[in-house]
């Protein structure tokens, strides 16, 4: 997978020597964030070192990018690919770990956009989004990010222990060019004035694509 870069994120590959000390120590700031991962909390930075070693270890699937916000120049979350199935056109966005550095800002939407733009223009038909069904808050960001809700598997998997209901979302390939234009007219540099604050939210953009 390439690196993806825009205006204010870029995607690298996930890279324990050059990524975990920053993200272990952004994901301090709230380590509520690993709630609903089959992976952490993590004790120390040798151990998300260890966790982010072993991830991007594996052979393609899942591939996992390091979320740089190049607005502050750091690492601030994680996401990846997973489910990678090219022969059928379809595609996983998972994994997702914004630590509170990267939520609401601009570089969060953005890496959201060009993960999706990747998938579509490679070819894929369908690019799925899947969450506990009791994590309110990845549910109303799979909305927001333009996903269409499609169900809950029930009783889907156990995570540390527990019971894991799953919604599931997607985006299909039909729907990526409106929501394409979505994306740009929300990160466009018109929609925000000086102080950085947004004329028209991206969540109203998705809901008139999403009614339709």
């Known amino acids: 997978m390439p690196v993806l870069e825009g205006r204010y994120a870029r995607l690298e590959r996930l890279d324990a020597d050059r990524h975990a000390e920053e993200l272990y120590q952004a994901s301090l700031l709230d380590t509520s964030i690993w709630d609903y991962m089959s992976h952490g909390p993590f004790s120390s930075v040798a151990a998300y070192s260890e966790w982010a070693s072993n991830a991007a270890a594996a052979l393609g699937d899942p591939f996992y990018y390091a979320i740089r916000n190049l607005e502050t120049g750091r690492v601030e979350g994680v996401a990846s690919y997973l489910r990678i199935k090219p022969e059928t056109g379809v595609i996983e966005v998972g994994s997702i770990v914004f630590t509170p550095p990267l939520r609401r800002t601009r570089a969060a939407t953005e890496a959201m956009f060009l993960m ?11 690019y799925e989004w899947k969450c506990d069904s009791l994590n309110a808050p990845s549910r109303q960001a799979a909305l927001r990010f333009g996903f269409g809700f499609e169900g809950v598997f029930r009783q889907h998997m156990v995570i540390k222990g527990r019971n ?49």
Do not use: C
């Open 116 to 126: 999706m733009q990747w998938a579509f223009d490679a070819g894929y038909r369908r």
């Open 164 to 212: 894991r209901d799953t919604a599931w979302f997607a985006v299909i390939d039909s729907e990526w060019p409106a929501l394409k234009t979505a994306y740009e007219t929300w990160l466009g540099l018109e929609n925000f004035d000086a102080n950085g604050q947004q004329h028209i939210s991206l969540s109203e953009l998705t809901k008139s694509l999403r009614n339709a």
